[in-house]
Protein backbone atom coordinates (compact mmCIF):
# COMPACT_ATOMS: atom_id res chain seq x y z
CA UNK A 1 0.00 0.00 0.00
CA UNK A 2 1.17 3.38 -1.04
CA UNK A 3 -0.10 6.99 0.11
CA UNK A 4 0.52 11.03 -1.02
CA UNK A 5 -1.04 13.49 -0.60
CA UNK A 6 -1.95 15.34 -4.15
CA UNK A 7 -3.20 19.12 -4.45
CA UNK A 8 -4.50 20.79 -7.02
CA UNK A 9 -6.16 23.88 -5.42
CA UNK A 10 -4.23 26.58 -7.52
CA UNK A 11 -5.36 24.80 -10.84
CA UNK A 12 -8.83 24.36 -9.59
CA UNK A 13 -9.34 27.30 -7.01
CA UNK A 14 -13.19 27.26 -7.79
CA UNK A 15 -13.90 24.05 -5.92
CA UNK A 16 -13.33 25.80 -2.96
CA UNK A 17 -16.80 27.04 -3.57
CA UNK A 18 -18.59 23.42 -3.57
CA UNK A 19 -16.17 22.38 -0.34
CA UNK A 20 -19.93 22.30 1.48
CA UNK A 21 -20.38 20.16 4.84
CA UNK A 22 -23.29 18.11 4.32
CA UNK A 23 -23.72 18.49 1.09
CA UNK A 24 -22.00 16.40 -2.24
CA UNK A 25 -21.42 13.41 0.20
CA UNK A 26 -22.44 9.93 1.00
CA UNK A 27 -25.88 10.63 2.56
CA UNK A 28 -28.84 13.48 1.43
CA UNK A 29 -29.01 16.26 1.32
CA UNK A 30 -32.38 16.72 -0.01
CA UNK A 31 -35.18 15.25 -0.16
CA UNK A 32 -36.81 13.13 -3.37
CA UNK A 33 -39.63 15.56 -3.53
CA UNK A 34 -37.04 18.58 -4.04
CA UNK A 35 -35.37 16.79 -7.41
CA UNK A 36 -36.49 17.31 -10.68
CA UNK A 37 -36.56 14.55 -13.34
CA UNK A 38 -36.25 14.86 -17.36
CA UNK A 39 -36.27 11.43 -19.35
CA UNK A 40 -35.47 10.96 -22.84
CA UNK A 41 -33.80 14.26 -23.98
CA UNK A 42 -32.54 14.18 -27.34
CA UNK A 43 -28.91 14.96 -27.60
CA UNK A 44 -28.24 14.21 -30.99
CA UNK A 45 -28.38 11.25 -33.53
CA UNK A 46 -26.47 9.46 -35.57
CA UNK A 47 -26.35 6.37 -37.79
CA UNK A 48 -26.02 3.02 -35.36
CA UNK A 49 -23.76 -0.51 -36.57
CA UNK A 50 -26.38 -1.07 -39.35
CA UNK A 51 -26.69 2.19 -40.63
CA UNK A 52 -29.57 3.10 -39.37
CA UNK A 53 -30.36 6.47 -38.04
CA UNK A 54 -31.00 6.72 -34.26
CA UNK A 55 -31.80 9.42 -32.06
CA UNK A 56 -29.39 9.49 -28.77
CA UNK A 57 -31.19 10.36 -25.61
CA UNK A 58 -30.07 11.37 -21.47
CA UNK A 59 -32.24 11.38 -18.59
CA UNK A 60 -31.22 14.27 -16.47
CA UNK A 61 -32.28 14.84 -12.84
CA UNK A 62 -31.14 17.83 -10.50
CA UNK A 63 -32.46 19.79 -7.13
CA UNK A 64 -35.21 22.00 -8.27
CA UNK A 65 -33.53 25.33 -9.11
CA UNK A 66 -36.44 27.23 -6.73
CA UNK A 67 -34.72 25.15 -3.11
CA UNK A 68 -31.02 24.77 -3.89
CA UNK A 69 -29.25 28.26 -3.25
CA UNK A 70 -26.45 27.09 -5.05
CA UNK A 71 -26.74 28.64 -8.95
CA UNK A 72 -24.49 26.09 -10.39
CA UNK A 73 -23.98 22.26 -9.44
CA UNK A 74 -20.94 19.94 -10.20
CA UNK A 75 -22.32 17.48 -12.92
CA UNK A 76 -21.78 13.95 -12.70
CA UNK A 77 -22.68 11.51 -15.96
CA UNK A 78 -23.02 8.11 -15.78
CA UNK A 79 -22.28 5.69 -18.33
CA UNK A 80 -23.64 2.41 -18.37
CA UNK A 81 -21.45 -1.61 -19.53
CA UNK A 82 -22.58 -4.23 -21.54
CA UNK A 83 -19.90 -4.53 -24.06
CA UNK A 84 -20.92 -2.13 -26.56
CA UNK A 85 -23.71 -4.64 -27.86
CA UNK A 86 -26.30 -4.07 -24.36
CA UNK A 87 -27.58 -2.11 -21.48
CA UNK A 88 -29.16 1.18 -21.11
CA UNK A 89 -29.41 4.22 -19.52
CA UNK A 90 -31.80 3.03 -17.01
CA UNK A 91 -29.21 0.67 -15.83
CA UNK A 92 -28.10 3.58 -13.53
CA UNK A 93 -31.33 5.74 -12.74
CA UNK A 94 -31.14 4.34 -8.96
CA UNK A 95 -27.74 5.73 -8.64
CA UNK A 96 -28.34 9.21 -10.79
CA UNK A 97 -31.44 10.22 -8.33
CA UNK A 98 -28.99 9.33 -5.97
CA UNK A 99 -26.52 11.60 -6.72
CA UNK A 100 -29.28 14.22 -7.03
CA UNK A 101 -30.44 13.74 -3.73
CA UNK A 102 -27.04 14.59 -2.68
CA UNK A 103 -26.83 17.94 -4.62
CA UNK A 104 -25.22 16.99 -8.16
CA UNK A 105 -26.88 17.58 -11.56
CA UNK A 106 -27.20 13.60 -12.03
CA UNK A 107 -27.20 12.37 -16.01
CA UNK A 108 -27.74 8.85 -17.60
CA UNK A 109 -26.43 8.55 -21.02
CA UNK A 110 -27.86 6.47 -24.22
CA UNK A 111 -24.73 5.95 -26.84
CA UNK A 112 -24.79 3.54 -30.03
CA UNK A 113 -24.59 -0.15 -29.55
CA UNK A 114 -23.90 -3.09 -31.45
CA UNK A 115 -21.45 -4.96 -33.08
CA UNK A 116 -21.10 -9.00 -34.22
CA UNK A 117 -20.17 -10.55 -30.77
CA UNK A 118 -20.87 -14.09 -32.10
CA UNK A 119 -18.44 -13.50 -35.05
CA UNK A 120 -17.53 -17.17 -36.10
CA UNK A 121 -19.25 -18.57 -32.91
CA UNK A 122 -15.96 -20.19 -31.68
CA UNK A 123 -15.30 -18.76 -28.30
CA UNK A 124 -12.82 -15.47 -28.85
CA UNK A 125 -14.40 -15.31 -32.60
CA UNK A 126 -15.98 -11.82 -32.43
CA UNK A 127 -15.76 -9.34 -34.93
CA UNK A 128 -12.77 -6.96 -33.55
CA UNK A 129 -13.12 -4.42 -35.77
CA UNK A 130 -16.69 -4.31 -35.40
CA UNK A 131 -15.64 -3.88 -31.92
CA UNK A 132 -13.13 -1.23 -31.80
CA UNK A 133 -16.00 0.79 -33.68
CA UNK A 134 -18.27 -0.26 -31.57
CA UNK A 135 -15.93 1.41 -28.49
CA UNK A 136 -15.58 4.66 -31.36
CA UNK A 137 -19.34 5.36 -31.74
CA UNK A 138 -19.73 4.77 -27.66
CA UNK A 139 -16.97 7.86 -27.38
CA UNK A 140 -18.37 10.48 -30.06
CA UNK A 141 -21.79 9.52 -28.49
CA UNK A 142 -21.17 11.15 -25.02
CA UNK A 143 -18.51 13.57 -26.02
CA UNK A 144 -22.02 14.68 -27.98
CA UNK A 145 -23.33 14.75 -24.84
CA UNK A 146 -21.02 16.58 -22.51
CA UNK A 147 -20.99 19.05 -25.59
CA UNK A 148 -24.67 19.33 -25.02
CA UNK A 149 -25.17 19.35 -21.32
CA UNK A 150 -22.43 22.60 -21.57
CA UNK A 151 -24.16 24.31 -24.24
CA UNK A 152 -27.52 23.87 -21.99
CA UNK A 153 -26.05 24.26 -18.63
CA UNK A 154 -27.48 27.41 -17.63
CA UNK A 155 -31.14 25.51 -17.90
CA UNK A 156 -30.13 23.02 -15.23
CA UNK A 157 -27.96 24.67 -13.11
CA UNK A 158 -24.44 22.88 -14.60
CA UNK A 159 -20.89 24.26 -13.58
CA UNK A 160 -19.53 23.53 -16.38
CA UNK A 161 -16.30 23.52 -14.56
CA UNK A 162 -16.66 20.35 -12.87
CA UNK A 163 -17.89 17.62 -14.89
CA UNK A 164 -17.14 14.22 -13.45
CA UNK A 165 -17.90 11.04 -15.28
CA UNK A 166 -18.66 7.38 -14.10
CA UNK A 167 -18.87 4.38 -16.09
CA UNK A 168 -19.26 0.57 -15.62
CA UNK A 169 -16.91 -1.98 -17.48
CA UNK A 170 -17.19 -0.71 -21.08
CA UNK A 171 -18.97 2.60 -20.05
CA UNK A 172 -15.37 2.70 -17.59
CA UNK A 173 -13.69 2.43 -20.81
CA UNK A 174 -15.62 5.37 -22.61
CA UNK A 175 -15.26 7.68 -19.56
CA UNK A 176 -11.05 7.07 -20.08
CA UNK A 177 -11.37 7.54 -23.28
CA UNK A 178 -13.42 10.89 -23.15
CA UNK A 179 -10.68 12.07 -20.61
CA UNK A 180 -7.91 11.37 -22.41
CA UNK A 181 -8.11 10.81 -25.91
CA UNK A 182 -7.65 13.00 -28.57
CA UNK A 183 -8.10 12.50 -32.20
CA UNK A 184 -4.66 11.77 -32.80
CA UNK A 185 -4.26 9.30 -30.18
CA UNK A 186 -7.89 7.89 -31.01
CA UNK A 187 -6.15 7.32 -34.63
CA UNK A 188 -4.09 5.00 -32.71
CA UNK A 189 -6.29 2.94 -30.90
CA UNK A 190 -9.01 2.89 -33.63
CA UNK A 191 -7.19 2.39 -37.01
CA UNK A 192 -9.87 3.35 -39.75
CA UNK A 193 -12.30 5.00 -37.76
CA UNK A 194 -12.01 8.15 -38.24
CA UNK A 195 -12.22 7.99 -42.29
CA UNK A 196 -15.62 5.82 -42.08
CA UNK A 197 -17.08 7.16 -38.91
CA UNK A 198 -15.91 10.72 -38.69
CA UNK A 199 -14.38 12.54 -35.64
CA UNK A 200 -14.57 11.85 -32.06
CA UNK A 201 -15.74 15.66 -31.14
CA UNK A 202 -17.95 16.81 -33.92
CA UNK A 203 -20.16 14.39 -34.96
CA UNK A 204 -23.58 13.17 -32.85
CA UNK A 205 -24.78 16.93 -32.99
CA UNK A 206 -22.71 19.84 -34.24
CA UNK A 207 -22.92 21.84 -30.66
CA UNK A 208 -19.83 23.70 -29.59
CA UNK A 209 -18.95 24.42 -25.57
CA UNK A 210 -15.94 23.90 -23.13
CA UNK A 211 -16.30 22.15 -20.61
CA UNK A 212 -13.59 20.72 -17.79
CA UNK A 213 -13.47 17.13 -17.00
CA UNK A 214 -12.44 16.83 -13.13
CA UNK A 215 -12.52 13.48 -11.91
CA UNK A 216 -13.49 9.86 -13.22
CA UNK A 217 -14.87 6.74 -11.62
CA UNK A 218 -13.60 3.69 -13.57
CA UNK A 219 -15.58 0.85 -12.51
CA UNK A 220 -14.31 -2.58 -13.54
CA UNK A 221 -13.11 -0.90 -16.44
CA UNK A 222 -9.57 0.11 -18.16
CA UNK A 223 -8.25 1.96 -20.81
CA UNK A 224 -6.90 1.17 -24.29
CA UNK A 225 -3.88 3.06 -24.48
CA UNK A 226 -2.34 4.64 -21.36
CA UNK A 227 -0.01 6.42 -23.64
CA UNK A 228 -3.00 8.37 -24.15
CA UNK A 229 -2.98 9.82 -19.97
CA UNK A 230 -0.39 12.89 -20.50
CA UNK A 231 1.21 15.16 -17.78
CA UNK A 232 -1.48 18.25 -18.80
CA UNK A 233 -4.34 15.94 -18.46
CA UNK A 234 -4.93 16.49 -14.37
CA UNK A 235 -8.03 14.22 -14.13
CA UNK A 236 -7.85 12.23 -11.16
CA UNK A 237 -9.05 8.61 -11.40
CA UNK A 238 -10.72 6.06 -8.99
CA UNK A 239 -10.97 2.13 -9.83
CA UNK A 240 -12.86 -0.21 -7.89
CA UNK A 241 -12.14 -3.72 -9.74
CA UNK A 242 -12.64 -7.06 -8.54
CA UNK A 243 -8.80 -9.37 -8.12
CA UNK A 244 -11.05 -12.12 -9.91
CA UNK A 245 -11.92 -10.09 -12.52
CA UNK A 246 -11.34 -12.52 -15.54
CA UNK A 247 -12.86 -10.19 -18.47
CA UNK A 248 -11.06 -6.94 -17.86
CA UNK A 249 -7.38 -7.59 -16.58
CA UNK A 250 -6.32 -6.45 -12.97
CA UNK A 251 -3.43 -5.10 -14.75
CA UNK A 252 -2.51 -5.69 -18.61
CA UNK A 253 -3.72 -8.13 -21.02
CA UNK A 254 -6.36 -8.90 -23.53
CA UNK A 255 -9.94 -8.27 -23.21
CA UNK A 256 -11.90 -11.04 -22.16
CA UNK A 257 -8.59 -13.17 -21.85
CA UNK A 258 -8.96 -13.91 -25.46
CA UNK A 259 -5.15 -14.53 -26.53
CA UNK A 260 -6.59 -15.63 -29.95
CA UNK A 261 -3.31 -15.24 -32.68
CA UNK A 262 -5.72 -15.59 -35.47
CA UNK A 263 -8.48 -13.17 -34.29
CA UNK A 264 -6.38 -10.92 -31.71
CA UNK A 265 -8.54 -9.01 -29.00
CA UNK A 266 -7.96 -5.96 -27.50
CA UNK A 267 -5.05 -5.14 -25.55
CA UNK A 268 -6.33 -3.31 -22.62
CA UNK A 269 -4.97 -1.77 -19.51
CA UNK A 270 -6.56 -2.27 -16.11
CA UNK A 271 -6.56 0.03 -12.72
CA UNK A 272 -3.03 -1.16 -11.58
CA UNK A 273 -1.60 -0.22 -15.07
CA UNK A 274 -3.66 3.26 -15.44
CA UNK A 275 -2.37 3.80 -11.56
CA UNK A 276 1.57 3.44 -12.46
CA UNK A 277 1.00 5.60 -15.18
CA UNK A 278 -0.69 8.18 -13.21
CA UNK A 279 2.14 8.03 -10.63
CA UNK A 280 4.31 8.65 -13.83
CA UNK A 281 2.65 11.74 -14.74
CA UNK A 282 2.03 12.80 -11.57
CA UNK A 283 -1.77 12.57 -10.75
CA UNK A 284 -3.80 11.54 -8.34
CA UNK A 285 -5.63 8.16 -8.49
CA UNK A 286 -6.89 5.64 -6.41
CA UNK A 287 -7.44 1.57 -6.36
CA UNK A 288 -10.23 0.11 -4.61
CA UNK A 289 -9.89 -3.85 -5.15
CA UNK A 290 -11.85 -6.65 -4.00
CA UNK A 291 -10.40 -9.53 -3.27
CA UNK A 292 -12.96 -11.96 -4.35
CA UNK A 293 -14.41 -10.28 -6.77
CA UNK A 294 -15.27 -10.85 -10.20
CA UNK A 295 -16.14 -8.66 -13.08
CA UNK A 296 -18.09 -5.81 -11.61
CA UNK A 297 -19.21 -8.13 -8.82
CA UNK A 298 -17.97 -7.94 -5.34
CA UNK A 299 -18.86 -9.43 -2.31
CA UNK A 300 -18.01 -6.81 0.09
CA UNK A 301 -17.37 -4.01 -1.50
CA UNK A 302 -21.33 -4.09 -1.91
CA UNK A 303 -22.99 -1.63 -4.55
CA UNK A 304 -26.15 -0.78 -2.48
CA UNK A 305 -24.43 1.36 -0.01
CA UNK A 306 -20.04 1.06 -0.11
CA UNK A 307 -19.74 1.88 -3.70
CA UNK A 308 -22.06 4.96 -3.97
CA UNK A 309 -20.53 6.34 -0.98
CA UNK A 310 -17.04 5.68 -2.47
CA UNK A 311 -17.48 7.35 -5.23
CA UNK A 312 -19.73 10.11 -3.99
CA UNK A 313 -16.44 10.83 -1.49
CA UNK A 314 -14.13 10.66 -4.27
CA UNK A 315 -15.73 13.34 -5.87
CA UNK A 316 -16.42 15.45 -2.94
CA UNK A 317 -12.87 14.74 -2.43
CA UNK A 318 -11.86 16.71 -5.32
CA UNK A 319 -14.31 19.52 -4.94
CA UNK A 320 -12.30 20.28 -1.55
CA UNK A 321 -9.28 20.15 -3.38
CA UNK A 322 -7.52 16.98 -2.04
CA UNK A 323 -6.94 13.52 -3.37
CA UNK A 324 -4.79 10.72 -1.75
CA UNK A 325 -3.39 8.29 -3.56
CA UNK A 326 -3.41 4.80 -2.39
CA UNK A 327 -4.38 1.07 -3.46
CA UNK A 328 -6.00 -0.91 -1.30
CA UNK A 329 -7.93 -4.05 -0.44
CA UNK A 330 -11.31 -4.08 0.98
CA UNK A 331 -13.57 -1.67 2.76
CA UNK A 332 -12.19 2.05 2.63
CA UNK A 333 -14.36 4.26 2.62
CA UNK A 334 -14.10 6.82 5.41
CA UNK A 335 -16.87 9.94 5.98
CA UNK A 336 -16.70 12.57 3.82
CA UNK A 337 -20.14 14.53 5.17
CA UNK A 338 -17.95 17.05 7.53
CA UNK A 339 -15.47 17.60 4.47
CA UNK A 340 -14.97 20.91 4.30
CA UNK A 341 -12.06 23.53 5.13
CA UNK A 342 -10.57 22.47 8.83
CA UNK A 343 -9.68 26.20 9.61
CA UNK A 344 -12.94 27.32 11.76
CA UNK A 345 -13.73 30.90 10.26
CA UNK A 346 -14.47 29.26 6.51
CA UNK A 347 -15.89 32.42 4.40
CA UNK A 348 -15.35 30.59 1.19
CA UNK A 349 -15.90 33.77 -1.45
CA UNK A 350 -18.11 36.29 0.07
CA UNK A 351 -16.31 37.93 3.59
CA UNK A 352 -19.42 40.43 3.56
CA UNK A 353 -20.82 39.23 6.75
CA UNK A 354 -19.64 37.38 10.20
CA UNK A 355 -21.43 35.54 13.10
CA UNK A 356 -21.50 36.00 16.36
CA UNK A 357 -21.75 34.71 19.06
CA UNK A 358 -19.64 31.75 18.60
CA UNK A 359 -19.89 29.61 20.52
CA UNK A 360 -23.41 30.32 21.21
CA UNK A 361 -26.40 28.42 23.31
CA UNK A 362 -28.95 31.14 22.67
CA UNK A 363 -28.74 33.14 19.44
CA UNK A 364 -26.43 33.43 16.41
CA UNK A 365 -26.12 36.93 15.36
CA UNK A 366 -25.35 37.41 11.54
CA UNK A 367 -24.04 40.95 11.04
CA UNK A 368 -23.72 41.82 7.38
CA UNK A 369 -21.45 44.97 6.27
CA UNK A 370 -23.13 47.92 5.62
CA UNK A 371 -22.46 47.68 2.00
CA UNK A 372 -24.03 44.49 1.51
CA UNK A 373 -26.94 44.71 -0.82
CA UNK A 374 -29.03 42.26 -2.74
CA UNK A 375 -30.89 39.34 -1.58
CA UNK A 376 -29.25 36.45 0.40
CA UNK A 377 -30.27 32.84 1.43
CA UNK A 378 -29.01 31.73 4.03
CA UNK A 379 -28.87 28.27 5.63
CA UNK A 380 -28.01 26.25 9.15
CA UNK A 381 -26.90 22.73 8.77
CA UNK A 382 -26.08 20.06 11.33
CA UNK A 383 -23.08 18.23 10.55
CA UNK A 384 -25.17 15.57 8.56
CA UNK A 385 -26.39 17.82 6.36
CA UNK A 386 -30.03 18.46 7.71
CA UNK A 387 -31.38 22.20 7.73
CA UNK A 388 -32.02 23.38 10.87
CA UNK A 389 -32.79 26.86 9.99
CA UNK A 390 -33.56 28.22 6.32
CA UNK A 391 -34.40 31.74 4.94
CA UNK A 392 -34.75 32.71 1.49
CA UNK A 393 -34.69 36.41 0.04
CA UNK A 394 -33.12 37.84 2.84
CA UNK A 395 -32.69 41.90 2.20
CA UNK A 396 -29.62 43.33 4.19
CA UNK A 397 -30.45 46.67 3.09
CA UNK A 398 -33.49 47.35 5.23
CA UNK A 399 -32.01 45.71 8.10
CA UNK A 400 -27.93 44.53 8.72
CA UNK A 401 -28.36 41.75 11.39
CA UNK A 402 -30.39 38.52 11.59
CA UNK A 403 -30.81 36.88 14.57
CA UNK A 404 -31.38 33.10 14.64
CA UNK A 405 -32.65 31.16 17.82
CA UNK A 406 -30.75 27.86 18.55
CA UNK A 407 -31.43 27.00 22.26
CA UNK A 408 -33.82 24.17 21.02
CA UNK A 409 -30.30 22.71 19.20
CA UNK A 410 -28.08 19.62 20.17
CA UNK A 411 -25.11 20.93 21.47
CA UNK A 412 -22.43 20.58 18.51
CA UNK A 413 -21.06 22.11 15.12
CA UNK A 414 -22.89 23.15 12.95
CA UNK A 415 -22.55 25.12 9.74
CA UNK A 416 -23.66 28.70 8.56
CA UNK A 417 -24.12 29.01 4.90
CA UNK A 418 -24.89 32.43 3.35
CA UNK A 419 -25.58 32.43 -0.53
CA UNK A 420 -25.75 35.84 -2.13
CA UNK A 421 -24.63 37.66 -6.00
CA UNK A 422 -20.99 37.47 -4.52
CA UNK A 423 -20.43 33.79 -3.65
CA UNK A 424 -21.15 31.22 -1.51
CA UNK A 425 -19.84 31.96 2.30
CA UNK A 426 -19.99 28.88 4.77
CA UNK A 427 -18.83 29.31 8.16
CA UNK A 428 -18.72 26.52 11.22
CA UNK A 429 -20.03 27.53 14.65
CA UNK A 430 -20.88 25.75 17.91
CA UNK A 431 -23.69 25.52 19.40
CA UNK A 432 -23.13 24.31 23.40
Same mark, same amino acid.
Request: with cysteine.
Given at each position: ???F ?17 ? $? ?17 ? +? ?25 D ?11 ? =? &? ?17 ? $?? =? ?7 ? $? ?7 T???C =? ?33 ? #? ?28 V??A ?5 G ?15 ? &????? !? ?18 S ?6 ? +?????T????? !? ?25 ? *???N ?9 ? @? ?8 ? *? ?14 V #? ?14 ? @? ?9 ? *???V ?17 ? =? ?30 ? +? ?25 Q
Amino acid at each position: MFSFLFSFLGSQAQSINYCIPG $RFAENDFYSPLAIVSTYDL +VYGNNNDYQGINQDLKLDIHYPNLSVDPLSKRPLVLIIH =G &GSYYSGSKSDFTAYALQLA $RR =GYVAVTVQY $RLGWDYIGTGLPC =GGNINGFRYAAYRSLQDVKACLRYLAFHAGNYGID #TDRFFLMGQSAGAFTAMHCAFMQQQEADLVFPAAYADLGPIDSVSNNLYANYQLS &GIFNW !CGGILDTNAMDANEQIPVLSIHGLLDN +VVPLDTGAFLG !CNSVSNPYPFVYGPKAIQRRMKNIGHC *SVNNFDADGMHCVY @PSLEPVVYIP *SKFTCFFKGLLCGNCV #TEEKIGYSSPSCMDAA @PNNLDIQTTDQ *SWAVYPNPSSDYLIIRFAPYHT =GMLNIQLTNAQGAIQFSQVNWNPFFQKEMKIP +VSFMKAGIYYLQVQSKDGLGVQKVIIQ
